[in-house]
């Protein structure tokens, strides 16, 4: 039996996660599931699934034989999500202990843990059911901030942020500590800060 159309969930290379309602999806749509994607299956707001590197039927109907017996299709959503890696950017300011602001960028390369990303559920809401880079950006920069300005730029000068050979160093380990729990509760893995 061909297929009305093949749905694509992903067209922009810093879309992260997409949240879609079968009502959104055309009937006999079929999705595929890259090595490097997951697809989470929602059933009237359950997890009852999660699929990967698989083609699929996106919205199958119950069987004919359910149908006689009063079963109905039940209400299905679906969150698709590229693993990864991503690289976010955060804009970093702060003051050193001499008093210059120092305006830093700062990128965190990040995957998603497989298991983990229906933790992305609790960003999706009815007025946005995307979730690109700069969504992960908005939730990790206020503590990426603090923690950058508490424990490297506030505890040293300018010349030595300037000449220090280990900052990149401490950068990632200050990272890989301080934002481990924010990070686990977007189920992110982080793969290197500089």
């Known amino acids: 039996m ?9 067209n922009q290379p810093h879309l ?10 055309p009937k006999k749509s079929e999705v595929t599931v890259g090595p490097n994607e997951v697809c989470i299956v929602l059933e009237n707001g359950r997890i009852v699934g999660a699929a990967t590197q698989t083609r ?18 039940p209400r299905r959503a679906f969150l698709f999500a590229h693993t990864g890696p991503h690289d976010v ?44 880079t700069a969504d992960l950006t908005n939730q990790l920069i ?3 901030e603090t923690l950058v300005n508490q424990q490297i730029t506030s505890h040293m000068t300018l010349e030595a ?25 977007l189920g992110l893995r982080l793969r290197g800060a500089y």
Do not use: C
Request: charged share 30%; net charge positive; proline share 3%.
């Open 2 to 10: 061909a297929r009305d159309k093949t749905f694509e969930w992903r």
């Open 161 to 185: 942020l300037r000449s220090d050979a280990m900052l990149a160093d401490d950068l990632e380990a200050t990272i890989a500590s301080g934002l481990r729990a924010p990070m686990a509760a």
């Open 16 to 25: 992260i996660a997409s949240y879609h309602l079968d009502k959104a999806i």
């Open 89 to 132: 950017l955060m804009s970093v300011k702060g003051r050193t202990q001499d008093g210059h602001v120092v305006n830093s960028l700062v990128v965190v390369r990040v995957e998603l843990e497989r298991e983990e990303v229906a933790r992305l559920l609790h960003l999706i809401t009815p007025k946005r059911t995307t979730i690109a």
């Open 56 to 73: 699929m039927e996106v919205n199958p109907k119950v069987g004919s034989l359910k149908r006689i017996f009063g079963k109905r299709n």
């Open 142 to 144: 206020h503590e990426a």
